[in-house]
């Protein structure tokens, strides 16, 4: 019995963090956040660390990793708040293509970091009045609100009925949606009669895509999180008042316990989530609605804590704390907001109709 | 990731249900610790190593290899037949471990065996008035006359004293040394001349605990556990042991389990309770949680086997949530029933026997007991997160 990570992952994970330890320190974050520099520049970083192609099959350029190696990587690159097309591109859409077939050839494109696939679920995961599409005779019409990455090269498209298309970035009308996470695009996609090619028609395909992309998410909200409260406790370490180190408050001692006392126990429930993605297949859906939603309420708990621990620092700019709590921000309402992942976990157990 | 236990473990399991299936009817009906039957079951459990396994031979026990997987096992299978584990009171769970470890031979073989099969029955005399968290300010004095201790002062909380054979007992006997240097572990019998216990009701109705008032109690010398002035090392290791056993995450689990069954058989106004969106979010909430502490469980028994990962954190979070987490669970059981969720005691429409309100409450008194939450929060943010104790205020 063996309940936690092997020699490899852990390996796999300090190569991670060392290389972004190295080459994304919080300056270089900013100017990808500003846009004075790419979020390119650092994808092609993690390209050559094989990031794109974890979940890719061997045989398509990747590494053929699975879910579990998957998140401790994106908790490396959530406790980094590292900009990029992770979550789109290195797993959502990956894996759809990957379990539709016929899709070697993209698959290889996006392993070797030539393309990004970006991803435009808001259909299928919770429509909007103000948004909508129609696709008929392989041609799309319509528009997507809040698709992930602004800089790629197709979207996948998912309607209402969970049916997958590949539109091409070239074919459509695009406008960057800012939102306060500044370290991962969103946009608007308008389709106006565009090439939509059939991907899939199999629920299942759309529904594994998704819950992997959730347990991601939670998994990138755990490293955030973690950094947050090691920059808590660091910062009153540091701060004094009253000629007295702030660490050694009660009150400020007793916010850093209750982040630890929520957040250790996420670290054994991601794992979990993460393992029944690759092995318990009847339990992978349930973890990965209530994986999220937990780890949202501990990581927006987390961010709050942590900023209130630096006092007005913590509120400005300067320290820039805000990225890793927008970031946390984002991860909660994208792709099913807690309330909704809930609901979610009831249907699948029967609770709910 | 490798959550399987192995063939050989799966025949031991194997072994287990069978012994479960075998003697369902045979445990006994009666909780009550004293009965003659809960005895004889003790005894039974612990012949087939089922119980305390690893106590040696010579005092009792079976003499196993210690071997997490296979109590864990044992523990599953029980809990899955709700079947009795055995006896489990301070003197079993308490006072055992730390004879094996820092008691004389003639102590182990005196005590180990008559408190393992529940012939001696043990309380623990630690907290005072004057001494609850600040535990090592206690101010009990036992002073040496020839070959006795002399002990005076008054112990609080003292579960079970009411009908405790002996009791293991702080008491300060070197009163100049420093606070944790001046404290001595004493066991002496509970009908020494000079102890009076009075029942002390809590908010659940049940005397579950006592004071006890020392008067001039003569106990022989040799009576003492570690040296003199040894006292809290031994104290210490005792609440490590505790602190963990306060908050199972399979018992969380299983309430989970019978609160689920409730909301889908009680009904107001017609609609079942499950079907209550907004108590329904609640119990998907608490069911998170209980998830995220049973995965940490996982994880701190695989650490324990294994010994490959810093869990030190995960151990130490485990009493503050748990304890935080039931509370909540048997609160929301309270919630969703309404107004037969108040019910207590003979009132014929209680739920479950009356264990969500009881509970309820039960699991308020584990926040503060056993270390306050409070004192946890310093545990973790001290031992666990380096950060520096508060510096001291002295009453004016």
Redo the contacts between chains.
């Keep these: 019995m063996e309940f936690g990570l092997s020699e490899e992952q852990t390996l796999l994970q300090d190569s991670i963090n060392r290389y972004l330890s190295e080459e994304l320190p919080l300056d270089q974050v900013r100017k990808i956040a500003t846009g004075d520099v790419p979020d390119s520049s650092v994808w092609q970083g993690l390209t050559e660390l094989g990031i794109p192609g974890l979940l890719i099959p061997e045989a398509q350029g990747g590494v053929g990793l699975g879910y579990l190696d998957a998140a401790i990587v994106s908790e490396s690159l959530g406790y980094h708040v590292t900009p990029g097309p992770f979550l789109a591109s290195a797993i959502i859409a990956p894996v759809a293509l990957n379990l539709a077939g016929g899709q070697e050839a993209l698959l290889s494109s996006i392993a070797d970091g030539s393309r990004r696939v970006g991803i435009a679920f808001g259909e299928a995961v919770g429509a909007r009045a103000d948004a909508g599409f129609t696709v008929a005779d392989g041609k799309i019409s319509g528009k997507s609100l809040f698709a992930l990455d602004s800089n790629a090269d197709d979207y996948l498209v998912a309607d209402a009925d969970c049916n997958l298309y590949l539109v091409s970035a070239a074919d459509v009308k695009r406008t960057n949606l800012s939102t306060v996470d500044m370290t991962r695009s969103t946009c608007e996609l308008v389709y106006d009669n565009a090439e939509a090619t059939l991907v899939s028609r199999d629920v299942n395909v759309f529904i594994e895509a998704l819950d992997a992309g959730r347990t991601m998410q939670a998994a990138d909200t755990l490293g955030a999180a973690q950094s947050m409260l090691d920059q808590a406790v660091a910062y009153s370490m540091q701060r004094e008042q009253f000629d007295r180190l702030i660490a050694s408050f009660q009150a400020v001692k007793h916010m850093c316990a209750d982040m630890v006392a929520n957040l250790e126990p996420c670290r054994a429930m991601v794992w979990y989530a993460g393992h029944a993605l690759d092995e318990l297949p009847d339990e992978k859906r349930l973890m990965a609605c209530h994986t999220k939603a937990h780890l949202q309420e501990v990581g927006q708990q987390v961010a709050k804590t942590s900023t209130e621990v630096h006092g007005g620092m913590g509120f400005t700019d300067l320290v820039g704390l805000h990225y890793w709590f927008k970031r946390i921000g984002a991860n909660r309402q994208l792709l099913g907001s807690p309330e909704m992942l809930r609901e979610e976990a009831a249907r699948i157990q029967g609770f709910a109709a | 990731?490798?959550?399987?236990?192995?063939q050989e473990y799966e025949e031991f399991r194997a072994e287990v249900r069978q012994f479960v299936e075998d003697n369902r009817d045979k445990q006994p009906k009666a909780r009550d610790y004293r009965s003659e039957d809960a005895v004889a079951w003790q005894k039974k459990l612990i012949e087939n190593g089922y119980t305390l396994r690893t106590i040696p031979k010579e005092y009792g026990g079976l003499g196993a290899e210690p071997d997490i997987?296979k109590s864990r096992i044992i523990a599953e299978e029980f809990g899955r037949a709700q079947m009795h584990t055995g006896l489990a009171g301070q003197g079993i769970s308490m006072l055992t471990p730390i004879l094996l470890e820092m008691g004389t031979e003639e102590q182990r073989q005196e005590f180990i065996r008559p408190t393992i099969v529940g012939e001696m029955d043990w309380c623990q005399g630690y907290s005072e008035p004057g001494s609850g968290s600040d535990l090592a300010s206690l101010s009990t004095r036992a002073e040496l006359d020839g070959d006795e201790w002399v002990i005076n002062g008054q112990k609080i909380w003292t579960s079970g004293a009411h009908r405790a054979d002996w009791i293991f007992c702080l008491v300060r006997t070197e009163p100049e040394a420093r606070k944790h240097h001046g404290i001595s572990f004493l066991l002496f019998k509970m009908d020494t001349p000079g102890i009076e216990v009075r029942p002390l009701v809590d908010m659940t109705m049940t005397p579950n605990f006592n004071e006890v008032f020392f008067t001039d109690v003569r106990v022989p010398k040799h009576q003492i556990v570690g040296k003199r002035g040894e006292g809290w090392q031994v104290a210490n290791a005792l609440l490590g042991f505790e602190r963990g056993s306060l908050a199972p995450p399979d018992a969380a689990q299983s309430r989970l389990n019978a609160l689920?069954k409730i909301m889908h058989q009680e009904t107001i106004n017609g609609e079942r309770l499950?079907?209550n969106?907004l108590f329904?979010?609640r119990?998907?909430?608490i069911?998170?949680?209980v998830?995220?502490?049973s995965?940490?469980d996982?994880?701190l028994?695989?650490?324990r086997?294994?010994k490959?990962?810093d869990t030190k954190?995960?151990a130490?979070?485990v009493k503050?949530?748990g304890t935080e987490l039931r509370h909540e669970l048997e609160g929301l059981a309270i919630d969703v029933m309404g107004e037969i969720g108040l019910s207590f005691g003979d009132n014929p429409y209680v739920r479950d026997a009356g264990t969500w309100q009881f509970q309820y409450m039960y699991y308020l008194g584990l926040i503060i007991g056993g270390g306050t939450n409070?004192i946890?929060?310093?545990i973790?943010?001290?031992r666990?997160?380096?950060?520096?104790?508060?510096?001291r205020a002295k009453v004016k």
């Design positions: 990731m490798d959550l399987s236990f192995g997987i689920i499950i079907d969106p329904r979010e119990l998907m909430k069911q998170g949680r998830m995220a502490m995965y940490n996982m994880r028994l695989s650490a086997i294994n490959n990962q954190l995960a130490m979070v503050l949530q409070q946890q929060r310093n973790i943010s001290e666990g997160l380096g950060m520096p104790r508060e510096p």
